[in-house]
């Protein structure tokens, strides 16, 4: 029997007990972590990512500060209100939501986030951090994936990892992660040679490629483990449209031991473990140590 893995439920235990760390903290030591997020200019996903993050975040207990510019922002100005966040101590953690408008240097804006504050896991320090095996922030979609695959595989030392996309948001810190907990880990991309034969070597798949239903059912080798990145929108047929993953998800999961839907896998963690983060942060700024979740 293939187990369904339900992100959307992962995630909202995730969230209670960020909830209850958040307010432990707060009993300790007399303080109540912050997120900031950027949004600049009108793009109506990132405003629904911006939206949910807040939301989120509030539900946390954490404090939300919301900063919407203008698309037409200079990138000094923008730099300016970094510096600004970075020195405001009720600010724990920073995101700026990408992508950016095309008049921005989005590189430059994320190196001049405070690293301790770099809830994205973005900046160079902490992606160092994380190949290094030191404490870093690291990227939350990764992440949420980690937890994923831990809950339905507790020992993941010794196995074929194959991540499909080498972005420097999911693929890379994925392997980096799975590297970290001595799976042997193959990143294939979009000049990858034989890439189905590699899939089919996968106790653990990954697919970050952002093709809708590209990884086909036979390309999944009974029992593995497949997780599901991608968000892709495809026309219903009807006028509207439908989510679907880079998975082909009918035909994979009768032979998968564990898979993700799209939607209600992978997305709904990202968001999770972002609050975890900021939390994270939060404690580690003052010297606190960070709670296991
Ligand atoms: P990118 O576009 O940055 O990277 C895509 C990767 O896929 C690249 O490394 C590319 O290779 C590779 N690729 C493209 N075509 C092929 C192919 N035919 N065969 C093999 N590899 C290929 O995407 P992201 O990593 O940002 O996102 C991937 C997907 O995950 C998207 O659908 C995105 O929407 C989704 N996503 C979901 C999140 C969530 O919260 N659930 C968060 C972030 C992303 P190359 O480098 O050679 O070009």
């Not at 919407?68 to 953690?93: E, F, M, P, Y």
């Not at 979009?190 to 490629?209: K, P």
């Not at 999944?220 to 997780?227: F, Q, R, S, T």
């Amino acid at each position: 029997m293939t187990t369904i893995i339900d992100g959307k439920a992962i995630a909202q235990a995730l969230r209670a007990r960020v909830g209850e760390a958040v307010a432990e903290i707060g009993r300790a030591h007399g303080i109540q972590p912050g997120l900031a997020v950027v949004l600049v200019g009108e793009d109506p996903a990132s405003a629904v990512y911006v939206r949910n993050k807040g939301k989120a975040t509030v539900e946390a207990g954490l404090q939300s500060f919301e900063h919407k510019l203008d698309a037409s922002i200079a990138q000094a100005d923008l730099l300016a209100l970094i510096d600004r966040l970075n020195r405001d101590d009720a600010v724990d953690g920073i995101l700026v939501q990408l992508p950016l408008p095309a008049h921005i240097d989005a590189e430059r804006v994320l190196q001049a986030i405070d690293p301790a504050k770099d809830v994205d896991g973005f900046h160079p320090v902490n992606v160092g951090r994380l190949w290094t095996g030191a404490p870093a922030l690291a990227p939350c979609t990764p992440t949420g994936c980690m937890r994923m695959i831990r809950g339905v595989l507790p020992k993941i030392s010794g196995r074929e990892a194959v991540i499909v996309g080498r972005s420097n948001i999911v693929g890379k810190p994925m392997a980096a992660m799975l590297l970290a907990e001595s799976a042997t880990v193959t990143i294939a991309h979009s000049r990858t040679q034989d890439l189905q034969q590699r899939c089919l070597n996968a106790d653990i798949l990954v697919a970050a490629v952002g093709r809708p239903e590209m990884i086909r059912g036979d390309w999944v080798k009974p029992g593995a483990i497949v997780i599901d990145v991608g968000i892709n929108r495809v026309p219903r047929g009807d006028g509207k449209s439908r989510l679907v993953g880079d998975v082909a998800y009918d035909e994979a999961a009768p032979r998968a031991r564990a898979i993700t839907p799209v939607p209600g896998g992978v997305g709904p963690m990202t968001i999770a473990c972002l609050i975890e983060n900021a939390l994270v942060a939060a404690c580690r700024r003052r010297g606190i140590q960070p709670p296991t979740l």
